[in-house]
């Protein structure tokens, strides 16, 4: 079910977006669309790792749009290097531009949308006319929580449930806090088995509440009557006990306070790509935005109203984000089961660090990677608030984590020894590819001037700009 039709959900990022404008935009809502219309209508040159991810995918040449888009007549993906452009994507976005949200929720866009996915010809999706032009957007209050350093005090503050991001990463630091983590540095700049021992530890505990609890608030009811009883000081102290000499290896859900229904944590299943930008201007605006279809290529379904059919718009596979069973073995309803009109978990970590005493913003930073956002924006939230790195050195720091099964460490960034250390603790330690896409904005002094520093992962084609 993940390719196809029926893991497509409603596309909510544009009216998203549109409420956005309304509420906070100062220029007006269409020229806002012009360098993405003319990046389209130009095109960009093809990546070594696009070409890599389209060369690579089994499904995407099966939709006959996207065929036309990626590859050339023969079958092969198109070469590094080759200007593609996307005019059909360009006469959508000048569709937006011209008539707002309404362009893409009702009338023909919204017809071709509908009609690639109910007709898909092997796992048609249910998705109506009905569903997207009923589709609003929601204004959610970010979750923040305090995080103290030597005498720095901070407030970090995320994006609550239906993402897992915020409280995750608040679990993680505030679990590590608990411990002597702090007296672990960096080993040729590095982390060592040590501290990565109790980063993996705290990150079983996190991500075994993530599996029991966070769901879409409108449907599950948070622990205690709120989310933020998950990062509660006393709790969270609790949670670290159970740290020890040796890996737990999968760790149990804790018990933050009463839960009106008893739900079964949510196995294991795979998450994957997005994007992630960071942004400051001169007014003092910040956001820090991660969006997605989901897996890279989404559904593996175009989207086009060209008689053309080559080019236009993929489709996501958001739906892929709930869990696949609706109940474990016993019967126990999961929380982040599918229900009609109900938002999937994600990991998305859009991140804002502010000095607690003045309320002003120090740091944006998040990334895309699936369930290991939660792990790559820790890691570089933790490397330059406890660390003191630049964004840049933070980012590039090795890749690790574990969401509560094996140690994930990024392939080739490790010493032997540390691999041998951790898995003489009793973890299982898995090497492999971590392909974070990192981006960051950290306020920082120089001659005693306050400037803005930015950071953007080597690991994928992410660039810092400034004025």
Not at 158 to 179: E, R, V, W
Not at 195 to 217: G, I, K, M, S
Request: proline share 7%; hydrophobic share 40%; with cysteine.
């Amino acid at each position: 079910g993940v390719v196809g039709g029926r893991s497509v959900g409603v596309p909510g990022t544009v009216r998203m977006l549109e409420l956005a404008h309304k509420q906070h935009g100062k220029l007006p809502w269409a020229t806002l669309f012009q360098p993405a219309i003319t990046l389209a209508e130009g095109g960009f040159k093809i990546s070594a790792r696009l070409n890599t991810l389209v060369a690579a995918d089994p499904h995407l040449k099966k939709d006959p749009v996207a065929a036309a888009y990626f590859y050339k007549a023969d079958g092969d993906a198109r070469d590094v290097g080759v200007n593609l452009r996307n005019p059909e994507l360009a006469a959508v976005l000048r569709r937006i531009a011209a008539e707002g949200s309404k362009a893409l929720h009702e009338g023909e866009i919204a017809q071709a949308i509908v009609d690639k996915v109910q007709k898909h010809p092997t796992n048609p999706g249910k998705l109506s006319l009905a569903d997207l032009a009923d589709y609003q957007p929601k204004k959610r209050e970010a979750l923040c929580h305090d995080y103290q350093v030597a005498t720095k005090d901070f407030r970090v503050c995320g994006f609550p449930p239906p993402s897992s991001g915020a409280i995750a990463i608040g679990q993680i630091l505030g679990i590590l806090k608990n411990t002597d983590a702090a007296a672990k540095p960096l080993q040729d700049g590095i982390p060592s088995a040590d501290w990565l021992h109790l980063y993996t530890e705290a990150a079983r505990l996190a991500f075994a509440d993530r599996a029991q609890y966070v769901a879409d608030p409108d449907f599950v009811q948070p622990p205690a009557g709120s989310w933020s009883s998950l990062l509660a000081p006393a709790y969270l102290a609790d949670r670290a006990k159970l740290i020890g000499a040796q890996s737990m290896k999968v760790a149990q859900p804790g018990n933050p306070g009463a839960v009106k229904t008893s739900y079964a944590p949510m196995p294991d299943q795979p998450e994957y790509g997005t994007s992630h930008i960071s942004i400051v201007d001169a007014f003092g605006n910040a956001v820090a935005m991660t969006t997605t279809i989901e897996d890279q290529f989404g559904a593996r379904q175009m989207v086009t109203t060209s008689a053309a059919r080559s080019g236009g718009f993929l489709l996501n596979n958001e739906l892929t984000d709930f869990s696949f069973a609706p109940a474990d073995a016993q019967g126990q309803p999961i929380a982040n089961r599918v229900q009609p009109g109900k938002r999937p978990r994600s990991s998305m970590a859009p991140t804002l660090v502010f000095d607690k005493a003045t309320g002003e913003l120090l740091m944006s930073g998040g990334s895309p990677g699936g369930a290991a956002i939660i792990h790559y924006t820790a890691k570089t939230l933790y490397g330059v608030l406890n660390w003191g790195l630049m964004p840049q050195q933070a980012i590039n720091l090795p890749n690790f984590g574990s969401m509560n099964g094996p140690t994930l460490l990024e392939e080739k960034r490790f010493p032997p020894a540390t691999v041998e250390a951790l898995r003489a603790r009793g973890a299982e330690v898995r090497e492999m590819n971590m392909t974070s896409g990192l981006q960051a904005i950290t306020l920082g002094n120089a001659h005693g001037k306050k400037l803005w520093m930015g950071g953007a992962d080597p690991r994928r084609e992410g660039v810092v700009m400034g004025d």
